[in-house]
């Protein structure tokens, strides 16, 4: 795993490509130039310059050399809050091996640790028992069920909610 970088918007345009039927039923609505590599290019841009603000962070998942994911760690508040939301995704070919398992226990360690956080909080469909799970194996614990929270998929979407607060402090 290491941080994005706008040089990756090949990669990241090949793989939001190639995933986006398996991510839609996960993913807010998407303009078709999402999927493009200029698309992903101002996607990284963006991403870089909130990450030199501390905003957002986003780190790529690679495995034998290929793209197959990504976690962030966006929305990030200091000040007395110092928290963040976490979001990430798996390309299928390779769920269920534990690689997003992996790499939200990553960037829970970057967190609290160099991203000086106290609290990430994360969000899943309701149904969505399998990213429930990578978030209970990484210490969150559910804080409830937010009604209509997300646009996803064509409709507002309840979510149930976690949260992992650091060890420390």
Known sequence: MRPARVADAPHMAALVTSQRTFLAPFDPPRPEAFFTVDGQRREL????????????????????????GWVTASNVVRGPFQSANLGYAVAREVNGRGIATYAVGHVCDWAFGEGGLH???????????????????????????????????????DHVLFQRIAESG
């Open 119 to 157: 609290r990430l909080e994360a969000g899943t469909l309701v149904d969505n028992v399998r990213s429930q799970r990578v978030l209970e194996k990484n210490g969150f614990e559910r804080i409830g069920v937010a009604r209509r929270y997300l646009y996803i998929d064509g409709d507002w979407r």
């Open 45 to 68: 841009e963006q991403l870089e310059l909130a990450a030199l603000a501390g905003s957002r962070h986003r780190f790529l998942i690679w495995l034998a050399g290929d793209l197959v």
